[in-house]
């Protein structure tokens, strides 16, 4: 989640600049080569098996069948994958955020009753693009124009965890039903807990001064329309900014998966961290919210657990308590917030959390 | 003309203090700036992200860290 805060190159600038001279035949020009790209990634991710196998056997000689061989061909295989699988879908997020702003986001959500307006928060806090820096602006942007407190907390909830980074990589790593259940309970969090939030009507413990900063909801950066030339740009900077930066952790998750793959016997964990242990998924919780990581660090940690013979309730309730609750957030929030709001707001996604891991822990 | 550059303090908010130091440099006009990073302050101008960049009180750039090509454009405007 703090991806956006770290050092970024200054490029997101360079897209206003590039002017508006795109007519029909710039954009037929762009949807070709944009289609021509995406051709040619489509035939390298068909021919990474082949060469995976190719370096594995011929170039490295490495006899088949051995633990090397498993662990290496995992590693030339996984990596290259994971990485084009992050950079088509953190080009295609980019392009799905240009349209949604924070300040859309509450225009939508301005005046929405709860229940709904936290289900709609939620699914909004995945395509709208978020900071954990800009936490408090946001926060106070939301709830001075009309947004209740518990639909801006399924925002601020759903935002950090869910996101397409955690999202790539789990498909990439552990295959589409893991994906979707961390995506799916990640969601289902984020809209309980606003809902439980709001009907505490805890309003009164949100510091004074939020609500005399009142806002008639057009403040900021005058809103104008991107090209899709922009979109474009705008999807390419993404590229740069969160692959240039998470790629090390992707590469250190597979080597860990590799090594895992290859060598470490399994079932490792499961003493510990195996579905018997029942306090096994509170401790991973309690864990996670002082470590504050984003998606891509955590997923070496992640990649070895499971590998190791952990169970699967208890590492999502590890992953998602290390993204979505973190204790910087929590001081952040904390100038707007007072304690027993933040400690309510810790409980209740805590709790979802709790419910999550144990659930998947009794079911697979 | 004063400028005024929100943020709490992450780095983006860094680069932008230097984007606009550079830009000012360049364009040679004689400013004020001005680091904002008290949130109360920030949300007097009513941004939703942060860093921004205010020229005169009015918001231009929020939420992301801006070229120095185009914070000179908007001092030549200004």
Known sequence: ?364 | MKIAILGTGCSKCKQTVEVVRQAVLQAGVDVSIDKVEDIQEIMRFKVMRTPAVAIDDKVMISGRVPTIAEVKSLLVQA
């Not at chain 1, 518990?150 to 994906?179: D, R």
């Not at chain 1, 900021?220 to 590229?239: I, K």
């Open chain 1, 1 to 364: 989640m703090s991806d956006c805060c770290g050092k970024g190159p200054a490029s997101a600038g360079e897209t206003l600049t590039a002017t508006i001279r795109s007519g029909a035949k710039e954009t037929a020009r762009s949807l070709g080569t944009g289609l021509l790209a995406l051709g040619i990634w489509w035939l390298v991710y068909l021919g990474l098996d082949p060469f995976a196998k190719w370096v594995t056997f011929s170039l490295l000689t490495i006899p088949p069948g051995s633990l090397l061989a498993s662990a290496v061909g995992f590693f030339v295989f996984e990596a290259p994958k994971v990485l084009m699988l992050l950079t088509l879908v953190v080009f295609a997020v980019g392009i799905v955020r240009s349209f949604f702003t924070p300040e859309r986001a509450r225009r939508i959500l301005a005046g929405k009753r709860e229940s709904a307006g936290n289900i709609l928060a939620a699914l909004l806090g995945i395509v709208t693009p978020f900071c954990s820096c800009s936490a408090v602006p946001l926060f106070i942007g939301f709830v001075t124009s009309g947004v209740p407190l518990g639909v801006t907390f399924s925002f601020l909830i759903s935002a950090p965890m869910v996101n397409e980074i955690a999202l790539v990589l789990l498909y990439g790593l552990f295959g589409w039903k893991i994906a979707a259940i961390y995506a799916g309970t990640g969601l289902w969090i984020a809209m309980v807990s606003g809902w439980v939030i709001g009907r505490l009507g805890m309003e009164k413990h949100v510091e004074a001064w939020v609500y005399a900063a009142s806002d008639d909801g057009n403040g900021g950066e005058g809103e104008v329309r991107p090209t899709w030339r922009e979109r474009v740009d705008y999807g390419l900077d993404a590229v740069r900014d969160i692959v240039g930066k998470v790629w090390p952790y992707v590469l250190a998750g597979i080597a860990v998966g590799a090594a895992i793959h290859g060598y470490v016997p399994e079932n490792f964990m499961a003493g510990i961290m195996g579905a018997s242990a029942w306090w096994s998924v509170p401790l991973a919780v309690l864990i996670g919210i002082p470590m504050y990581s984003n998606a891509a660090g955590i997923i070496p940690v992640v990649q070895a657990l499971l590998g190791k013979g952990a169970a699967l309730g208890t590492v999502l309730a590890f992953m998602m308590s290390v993204i979505g609750l973190s204790l910087p957030e929590m001081i952040i929030l904390r100038k707007v917030l007072k304690v027993r709001l933040i400690a309510a707001f810790t409980g209740v996604v805590g709790s979802g959390i709790l419910i999550v891991g144990y659930l998947f822990n009794a079911l697979l």
